[in-house]
Each structure stands twice: as C-alpha cells, then as structure tokens.
C-alpha cells in the first residue's frame, strides 16, 4: 500500500488570468493527483495536491515549469507532508 504524499503550493508570477487553474487542474487528472486550486487576492495561486510520492513530485514540476506557454511561474512555494486529506477529485475552487 503506497502511503498518500501531500503538496500545498502557493505560485507566485503571471498566474492568474492565463488559465492556470483550468491548466492544472487539467494536468492533476492526466497524473491522477487529487486536490485543489484557487485564486488568491494578492495575486498567487494555491493549490494542494495529494498521490504517491511519484504522482505528486510529476505535479509539482509541471506546476514549476507553467502548465502551459502563458503561464509564468515564478516562484513556487511547496511545503509536503503525509497528510491523506481523501481528496476524490482535483476541483478548481472559487
């Protein structure tokens, strides 16, 4: 039995207005990590991912990289536990 691996994430640059939410949210299903993602007032986008150490590490990179050519992230911030939140979806949170 794998052990569930959990990710908060706070992204910092062009990140809102760019599709970021729908992008990630998009790439959570295509790794099958379950979790978050939300605008913040400042700015930032939150997120929070859950999977095996594998799944979550492939999220956090693709997050890192900008889930797509508008997206520039600039700095991520990330902070792990083994947390099992029992996500059953990854929903884009308003």
Do not use: C
């Amino acid at each position: 039995m794998n052990e569930v691996t959990n990710a908060h994430m706070i992204a910092k640059g062009n990140v809102q207005g760019v599709g970021f939410r729908a992008t990630a949210q998009q790439k959570a299903m295509e790794i099958g990590v379950k979790g978050w993602v939300r605008n913040l007032p400042n700015g930032d986008v939150e997120l929070e991912a859950e999977g095996t150490d594998r799944q979550v590490d492939q999220f956090i990179e693709t997050i890192r990289k900008g889930p797509h050519r508008f997206i520039k992230v600039e700095n991520l911030d990330v902070e792990r536990s083994q947390t099992d939140k029992g996500y059953g979806s990854f929903e884009v949170r308003y």
